[in-house]
Every structure is written in C-alpha cells, then in structure tokens.
C-alpha cells in the first residue's frame, strides 16, 4: 500500500497576483519521498489538486493500492461520493450545468487513478496540532462515523502528521515563490 498525503495552499485566494503551493508526500515501506511547489494566479483548490496530481505522477508503479489523506472536501468528496461520475456523463458539466472548475487537472487526476487497482480517500481533519491527542481522538471518532471501513487511530494520527508536514511543504512552496 502506498499512502498519499497532499496539501495546497492560497495566499491572497481572491486576488490575481496571488501566490499557491502544494505539498506531497509519498510512503511506502520505509520509504518517503517529498514534493512541493509552488504558482501565482492560483487557487486554494487548484493547488490542492496539484499536490494530488503531482503525488499520483510520481508513483511508477502501478501495482500498488493507493491511500490517499487530504483535509481537501473538494477532493476526498469528489471520489468518495462519485461526483466526477456526473460530470462525465454531463460532458464535464456540474450539477448547476456550468462548466466544471479545474477540468484539465481533474482530467489528469482521473486517468491516473484509474491506472491502479484501488485508490481510497479519507478526509483528514487539517490544521491539528499532532501532541494534542485529545482533538485528534475527536476528530477520529467523526471520522469512524464517516467511513464505514475505518483505519486504525495509530493510522488517522500518523496521517494528522503528515497533514502538518505536506501543509508545511505548500508554505515552503510559497516562500520560495516570494523570494523569502
């Protein structure tokens, strides 16, 4: 199993001249590997859906089941509940029969998901601070209650984790971008 946690990030969401990042990382075994980056003239969700596309870009193998961790609803809400299923037989339209938001990057997600023989989302609660075990086990009993094939807490609280560090690598993205 391979487990995807991504982010992104907007500052200055509803300006032009803002400035977007995205952070992935990937485990598998004991391996870990680190994406991020960086754009303007972006959005929050445009960059939560690179961080998932970069992530998916960067697995060769496919083989493996993918895990995929995100605090993005837009993302973890579109697979789980099927929305991309609608939009496909609408001719990429959205419930509304308007034009669906960022298709050129939910088109590259799709076919490459589709290249493995599973791929799970699970929303993870963002912003958590990872020593404060009490919110996180609230948090993770909403999430027993949302999924109906629960992960463990040791694996809802690593993904808290690893929820801090890719929000921390679409900052990072963002810095760079600034020139800070």
């Not at 496919?62 to 961790?69: C, W």
């Not at 991309?84 to 998901?113: C, F, I």
């Not at 040791?154 to 900052?171: F, G, H, P, S, T």
Request: hydrophobic residues 35%.
């Amino acid at each position: 199993m391979i487990n995807l946690y991504c982010d992104g990030a907007c500052s200055g969401n509803q300006y032009d001249d803002n400035i977007g990042g995205w952070g992935t990382i990937l485990t598998f075994k004991d391996n870990e590997k680190e994406l991020y980056g960086s754009a303007i003239n972006t959005t929050n969700n445009r960059m939560e859906l690179t961080a998932l596309l970069e992530g998916l870009k960067a697995i060769k193998n496919h083989k493996h089941a993918i895990a995929v961790f995100s605090d993005s609803a837009y993302i973890v809400n579109c697979f789980r509940q099927k929305w991309y299923v609608g939009w496909l037989k609408r001719g990429w339209q959205n419930s509304k029969k308007q034009p669906v938001e960022n298709r050129d990057l939910w088109e590259q997600v799709l076919t490459l998901v589709e290249k493995h023989p599973s791929v799970d989302f699970y929303k993870v609660k963002g912003h958590l601070k990872s020593d404060d075990l009490a919110t996180i086990k609230k948090w993770y009993n909403k999430f027993l209650k949302d999924y109906d094939s629960p992960l463990s807490f040791e694996v809802y609280q690593r993904a808290v984790a690893y929820n801090i560090k890719v929000d921390a690598l679409a900052n990072k993205g963002m810095d760079e971008l600034r020139g800070a």
